[in-house]
């Protein structure tokens, strides 16, 4: 009897039955890169964690990935078509795949460059020529499908890049134009629920993130003049703060204790400002400090990390502004994500991946690989791009039609 007791309790408190996590969107469940993975490796062995898969025809395109109920869901260019490509997460073989809309063409490498959003049954993918459609994730099959120029817009110089947004009953995107910058389609239907006219800016490629303030629910974005704030309800302008980007605007915002933070690169720099009572914009800092070209930025614990063009990998306090350290020695140019403690940093010309702490006292390493072997098909001036992914005990990385899967649980 006591034995018997033993084993209910053990199957009981035993972690390896947990449900799987989700990885809905770009950026994760909350847009900020975050992962809440536990017991993950806090070291890597030499070579870098075992490789469990390898998935080698995702098409062209930087597209970073969705992971819901066991898929794995990104975007490629194949034979002429932008496609929502279905994989399963745990063996690395297609399911299916739904065409988007024909092929970006970009001297940075052709295809799409956003990351489709789940939501429940459907999954909603946006291509570089501003095809967005909805699709089930059963099986593909397209409910409607929408193009951007039917909402004034005009397609960027790298393409449409920013991964659309499930917020309620809607899909909010960003078609940019005289007919207004952001737009509320019913994600059930694909009908027009508003356009944000208060504001016409051209698109650029951050993807929207939502706030509660106020008593209103808002979402912000960032474009070449402003980041801006409309209320999700009806579209209309609640605040907005001159932004100086230059050439390409990439950065997602960021969003805490009413405090907005942007950056850009091109030597443009970064941005802090609190929004008050009746939604009166107030700049904090404005440095350039962090100068994240597009690898993201992630704020953890009152601290910012990214890598900053100059002074290199970076961490900077987010409420004062200030350098907390920075290091260019360790590692290239790239992006980041966050799980269990950990930094997984990629750099974007070599695919070296490296394991550091999450940690302001400076870059403390505990392991790197280089992705092995790299994709023959990316553009002389393309680079690994796509964004890391840690969920379900795996971390998922991508050189164009490469798909790596590498097991990092302890």
């Known amino acids: 009897m006591h034995r018997l007791t033993g084993i209910l309790i053990f199957f009981t408190v035993c972690p390896c039955f947990a449900e799987d996590r989700n990885w809905p969107q770009f950026r994760g469940p909350d847009r900020n890169s975050i992962s809440t ?14 490789r469990t898969w390898m998935f080698t025809n995702a098409g062209r395109g930087y597209s970073s990935f969705a992971i819901s109920d066991g898929k794995l869901l990104t975007m490629g260019s194949r034979d002429g078509k932008e496609q929502l490509i279905a994989i399963d997460a745990n063996k690395g073989t297609e399911l299916w795949q739904a ?13 799409p460059r956003s990351t489709p959003t789940v939501d429940g049954d459907h999954v909603y993918a946006l291509g570089g020529r ?35 947004l499930i917020d309620g ?11 207004g910058t952001m737009l509320a389609l019913n994600k059930e239907t694909g009908e027009t ?5 208060e504001i016409t800016d051209g698109a650029q490629y951050a993807s929207i993130i939502t706030a509660d303030l106020n008593g209103q629910h808002q979402l912000i974005q960032l474009t070449q003049q402003h980041v801006f704030a409309v209320n999700a309800e009806n579209g209309d302008l609640l605040w907005q703060a001159d932004w100086d980007g230059r050439v ?6 960021i969003y805490h204790d009413r405090k907005v933070y942007v950056s850009s690169g091109y030597g443009v720099g970064c941005m802090l400002v609190e929004i008050g009572p009746d939604n009166v914009v107030e700049q904090k800092y404005k440095n350039k400090v962090m100068k994240n070209h597009h690898g993201g930025v992630v704020l953890l614990d009152g601290k910012l990390y990214g890598y900053s063009d100059g002074p290199g990998w970076t961490c900077q306090d987010f409420g004062a502004g200030e350098e907390v350290w920075s290091d260019k020695r360790k590692l290239g140019k790239g992006s980041l994500a966050y799980a269990d403690g950990m930094f997984y940093c990629l750099a974007k010309d070599s695919g070296e991946v490296a394991l ?7 870059w403390n390493e505990h392991g790197r690989f280089t992705l092995e072997p790299q994709t023959e098909i990316r553009s ?17 990385l991508r050189d164009q039609d490469m798909i790596y899967c590498y097991d990092i649980k302890r």
């Open 99 to 111: 065409d988007v809309g024909e092929e970006l063409e970009n001297g940075w490498g052709n295809g």
């Open 169 to 179: 009953n809607k899909v909010v995107c960003t078609p940019g134009g005289d007919q």
């Open 356 to 362: 550091i702490d999450a940690s302001p006292e400076g």
């Open 193 to 197: 629920l508003w356009q944000s006219k």
């Open 130 to 164: 501003g095809d967005l459609i909805c699709a089930k994730t059963s099986d593909g099959s397209v409910v409607w499908k929408k193009s951007m120029s039917d909402f004034g817009g005009k397609t960027p110089n790298w393409g449409y890049c920013e991964s659309v």
């Open 248 to 253: 390409a605007v990439i950065p997602t915002p």
């Open 380 to 396: 002389d001036r393309g680079r690994i791009w796509t964004h890391p992914v840690v969920v379900n005990g795996k971390l998922y």
């Open 37 to 50: 993975e536990t017991g993950l490796l806090k070291s890597w062995p030499e070579g870098g964690p075992k």
